[in-house]
């Protein structure tokens, strides 16, 4: 009775406090240029903020190999250390760039889901990545041409193929991509960083993103699905290796490269929690803004078992928040 009262626990109002630390932390650093110094300040937050969760969890999606970041390494425990197992992946800052650019979308991001049900990528640093909201969950297809999947997308919507309005991430590799988005008739929104918030654009009610396409972050994928669990969204996934030592370190990890991962076969539960803060200004999340001696931050979370995203702003009195912890906010 005790362990089915804690499973029925939404610990996603609990990260929230996670993703709030990392975000404040992080936020006194944009625009500044220092990547470096952003990422250890979030990092350091949310190692802090991790120890107030009475969870026992284990990181398995980190920093440390792909970012060379210095805690929140994978295999490393976090919270108070009673409670229920989570496995846990962190993006302490999607959009490390954004915010030491000063430009939008930067986010810190928390998946958490019950131990074992996580998939691991092991050496794999990127995939390609096809998310969309419910209504076209079930018309998405990776091995299709694009513009197939963009028809189809806008009949499911109720849409023209002119009207769609597709996120991709700015980078050479997707020029042939969004040539080919152009030539369908549909309209590229490019962004410089942040898939991860790309992907919830397409079930946010306020934003009008309805696609995201293109090849991104592994880890953030598995992070993306703990927040698209529950909520009838679909990102499909397949690993994608940038180079020749990748490509053969996924071999050895036993993976297939051509298998096609879906948001179920990423977290294989609906004990799953999710949350993110917004450290620069967003389409998904605003940035943290400061009033005195007071910081705003704006944040969502989700709750897999029932499906519920929740938008939260808060007000933080930065004095008393650095007193009760070791960081300054």
Not at 169 to 196: C, T, Y
Not at 211 to 223: H, N, S
Request: with cysteine.
């Amino acid at each position: 009775m005790m362990q089915q009262h804690l499973a029925d626990k939404n610990i996603a109002l609990d990260l929230v406090r996670v993703t709030e630390a990392a975000a404040l932390a992080s936020a006194k650093f944009t625009g500044l240029g220092d990547k470096e110094l952003v990422d250890r300040a979030a990092v350091d937050a949310m190692r802090i903020a991790f120890q107030s969760l009475h969870i026992k969890g284990t990181i398995v999606i980190g920093e440390g190999e792909k970012d060379d970041a210095p805690m929140l390494y994978t295999g490393e425990k976090v919270g108070f250390g009673d409670g229920l197992e989570f496995d846990i992946a962190v993006d302490p800052i999607d959009g490390t760039s954004c915010v030491a650019g000063g430009r939008p979308n930067g986010i810190a991001a928390v998946g958490i889901a019950l131990k074992g049900t996580m998939f691991n990528p092991g050496h794999s640093y990127y995939c390609e990545k096809m998310a969309v909201g419910p209504e076209a969950a079930n018309v998405i297809d990776l091995d299709a041409p694009i513009k197939d999947n963009l028809l189809n997308v806008a009949k499911a919507l109720g849409k023209r193929v002119g009207d769609l309005k597709v996120f991709v991430l700015d980078k050479p590799r997707h020029a042939e991509l969004i040539n080919q988005i152009h030539a369908a008739g549909a309209r590229v929104m490019v962004h410089s960083d942040g898939d991860i918030a790309g992907a919830l654009m397409t079930i946010d009610p306020r934003s009008d993103i309805d696609m995201l396409v293109g090849v991104g972050g592994t880890p953030e994928a598995v992070v993306t699905a703990c927040a698209l669990k529950g909520t009838g969204a679909q990102m499909l996934t397949r690993l994608k290796p940038k180079t020749e030592e990748e490509r053969e370190a996924i071999i050895k990890d036993g993976f297939d490269l051509k298998a096609i991962r879906t948001v179920d076969d990423l977290v294989t539960t609906d004990q799953c929690f999710f949350s993110a803060t917004g450290v620069t200004p967003g389409e998904l999340l605003d940035g943290v803004h400061y009033r005195g001696g007071f910081a705003l931050t704006s944040s969502m979370c989700s709750r897999g078992r029932t499906g519920t995203v929740r938008y939260i702003e808060a007000w933080h009195d930065r004095k008393k928040l650095s007193k009760m912890s070791t960081i300054e906010y």
